[in-house]
T-cell receptor, first 109, second 114 residues
Framework: KQEVTQIPAALSVPEGENLVLNCSFT??????LQWFRQDPGKGLTSLLL?????REQTSGRLNASLDKSSGRSTLYIAASQPGDSATYLCPHNDYKLSFGAGTTVTVRA | DTEVTQTPKHLVMGMTNKKSLKCEQH?????MYWYKQKAKKPPELMFV???????INESVPSRFSPECPNSSLLNLHLHALQPEDSALYLC?????????????FGSGTRLTVV
């Protein structure tokens, strides 16, 4: 069974700091990788999609990298803001999404 | 239209009631999914529909009955639920079940069983 590990489980930082969120998979057969954020009680919002032929993807202050050989992905958030407070998820995609526990981020004003 | 729309947003039902959750997308996606999410837990897959046919049922109790009347619509029929079924129910869609393209999620239905 595919397992997704997200480190750290929780993160609390002052506004302006850069964030590094890590994701690893037991099955290194990684296809497209999609990072999501989820606000409490809400649905999932797609942040970035790294296609299997790519090594990274950028959108504004967000940058996600993918190392298929090691089965790892990292999400970088530059100059964090209180609005970045949410849970971040990086499910494994193999015809269905398998989720880890996520990283809960709190950015203090 | 790049959204998945779920209705209702909130639902409170008794254990003897019958209700339905609705999910709609107009992106031409051919795969649609139901996920269940308990508080402070990640989403768990319930059902996958591929080209309007049920392709995956993750051993979900029969009190949950999915239906895909057409390529844009996905329903989840609920009957005789238990209080432990209270959760956020998320619908998602993707372009084609045979590839690994991105998923679009709806905002969810918050279900409370009393």
């Amino acid at each position: 069974k595919q397992e997704v590990t997200q480190i750290p489980a929780a993160l609390s930082v002052p506004e302006g700091e850069n964030l590094v969120l890590n994701c690893s998979f037991t099955d290194s057969a990684i296809y497209n990788l999609q990072w999501f954020r989820q606000d409490p009680g809400k649905g999932l919002t797609s942040l970035l999609l790294i296609q299997s032929s790519q090594r990274e993807q950028t959108s504004g202050r967000l940058n996600a990298s993918l190392d298929k050989s090691s089965g790892r992905s990292t999400l970088y958030i530059a100059a964090s803001q209180p609005g970045d407070s949410a849970t971040y998820l990086c499910p494994h995609n193999d015809y269905k999404l398998s989720f880890g526990a996520g990283t809960t981020v709190t950015v203090r004003a | 239209d790049t959204e998945v729309t779920q209705t209702p947003k909130h639902l409170v039902m008794g254990m003897t009631n019958k209700k339905s959750l609705k999910c709609e997308q107009h992106m031409g996606h051919r795969a649609m999914y139901w996920y269940k999410q308990k508080a402070k837990k990640p989403p768990e897959l319930m059902f996958v529909y591929s080209y309007e046919k049920l392709s995956i049922n993750e051993s979900v109790p029969s009190r949950f009955s999915p239906e895909c009347p057409n390529s844009s619509l996905l329903n989840l029929h609920l009957h005789a639920l238990q209080p432990e079924d209270s959760a956020l129910y998320l619908c998602a869609s993707s372009q084609d079940p045979r590839d690994h393209y991105g998923y679009t999620f709806g905002s969810g239905t918050r279900l409370t069983v009393v």
